[in-house]
């Protein structure tokens, strides 16, 4: 048995990885800041220790790292409108993290960085991702980096997730442009199963995890659509008209599900690097639509939603 400290472990990636951790007779401490996800994790794992906390802030949660053996940096602000919630749950958490890493000397560390690290992007976002990557550069500790494209699976609060509940909400759906946008989804289930494997390996270095099948964001939701069984229109609308849509919608919203920033990163036309993960790691792929299967009608976990 070892003890793996997971921290954003109530989002997309830590839901995903705690069972697997628990199946491979590991403990696990889980540490997220999100009121209402992180009681959800607890429900769900009454066997692991939970911990609410803003790793922004030092506090008694880095006493939770004494005796750990590997740390899973999983945090991560995804989306927003304001440069220092990103620069504060990127930048600032991920020093504190460090810092409780020496302090307690743990023994390997996992960083989820993300693909835009390699995008033509420029956003709050991709800022702080590699900023937060430099601050792993003169990590002594053993370490590996890995770097997965959008994510998709149990659990999805904010990506394929959100616009399967959107489908629900709404007689239609609307696609920017022509929609002909190239994108890797990644199924979390997977990189779960890399994040496991790196646990039990301790590979160091950097990899690209990106999802291995190619596929347009407009047949991505017309997947999503049948998967689902949705009855939402999809209909496209200009891209000028969709940013001033979503630019109208951010007045209202503080933490908007889309932003104007994403909208534009979504047109980019690039294709991440792909490499063979599951010689790699020694982890199955899934095929792109048993993956979309999976996470929209698993009897166990799809019907479960994350707080936004």
Known sequence: MKTIVVTGAAGLVGQNLTPRLKAAGHRVVAIDKHPTNTRRLAELHPDITVIEA??????????????????????????????????????????????????????????????????????????TKTAQEKLLDGLAVPHVVL??????????????????????????????????????????????????????????????????????????????????????????????LFWALLWLYARFDRNPPFTTNQLEALVIPEVFPIIDWPQIFGVTETPLLQALDETFQDARYSHIVLDF
């Open 147 to 240: 770097r997965p494209t959008l994510m998709f699976g149990w659990f999805d609060r904010k990506h394929l997730g959100w616009l399967r509940r959107f489908m629900d909400r709404s007689p239609v759906f609307p696609i920017p442009g022509n929609g002909r946008y190239a994108r890797q989804p990644l199924y979390a289930g997977d990189f779960a199963a890399i994040v496991a494997s790196a646990l039990e390996s301790r590979i160091t270095g950097t990899y690209d995890i990106s999802g291995r099948t190619v596929i347009d964001y407009v047949d991505l939701i017309a997947a999503i659509k049948r998967i689902a069984g949705a009855r939402a229109r999809i209909v496209h609308i200009p891209f000028g």
């Open 54 to 127: 803003d790793l922004a802030e030092p506090g008694a949660w880095a006493d939770a790292f004494a005796g750990a053996d590997a740390v899973v940096i999983n945090h991560a602000q995804i989306g927003g409108l304001v440069e220092a919630e990103f620069v504060r749950n990127n930048v600032t958490a991920t020093r504190h993290i460090l810092d409780a890493v020496a302090a307690h000397r743990v023994g390997y560390v996992v960083q989820i960085s993300s693909s835009v690290v390699n995008s033509e992007a420029q956003d709050f976002y991709v800022a």
